[in-house]
């Protein structure tokens, strides 16, 4: 995973949006819920939608929104072709970043989580780009997770996992064979 066990680096402590961008399954959404590391709101699909419209009704954003202690706004699409709602999303970013509140962007089909990067000045925003790991710390990951969920470590580190690679997918194998091992009688750890 993205940070383990260890603390949040300074800036991502500091700043007061974030955007996290990383091919579909890199864990974005786990890495902002790490980020954020409170109560979170969460803005997406048509939740995100229908907040937008609203504000754009009242002329306002609605105060639990800008006052929230966290806020996730997940995989904004298609913006480049609204460029109302990338103001709008913009507006919502800049009023929380003066009142000091953090907000985090995930990437999602497009580069609209970009777009919202301009938003405010560069001081106070990062980006974090996640990438899947390679051979050794996919195995690293299987073996770990393997162990968690009570079965031997060697069951992760045997497990193949058909490209293209995710962490669902280790997830769900390692998921399949605790359910196989559990029918089958055999020991778990």
């Known amino acids: 995973m993205y940070l383990r066990a260890r603390a ?72 480049a072709r609204r460029r109302g709602a990338a103001r709008l999303l913009g507006e919502l970013i800049q009023a929380r970043v003066k009142l000091g509140l953090k907000t985090v962007v995930t990437g999602g089909a497009d580069d609209s989580a970009l777009l919202l990067m301009d938003a405010v000045h560069p001081r106070h925003r990062v980006t974090v780009n996640l990438r899947f790991p390679q051979v050794g710390g996919r195995k690293r990951f299987a073996k770990q997770q393997a162990e968690r969920l009570g079965l031997a470590q060697s069951v992760g580190a045997e497990l193949q996992i058909d490209e293209p690679w995710t962490y669902r997918k280790v997830m769900r194998g390692l998921r ?14």
């Open 176 to 189: 399949r064979a605790a359910k196989e091992l559990d029918a089958s009688g055999g020991a778990s750890a």
């Open 8 to 79: 949040l680096p300074r800036v991502l402590r500091e700043r007061e949006l974030v955007v996290v961008l990383g091919p579909p399954g890199s864990g974005k959404t786990s890495v902002a819920k790490q980020v954020l590391a409170c109560t979170v709101t969460t803005l997406r699909g048509d939740k995100l939608q229908d907040a937008c419209t609203r504000a754009v009704r009242r002329n306002a954003w609605p105060p639990e929104l800008v006052q929230a202690k966290g806020l996730l706004i997940e995989g904004p699409t298609f913006l």
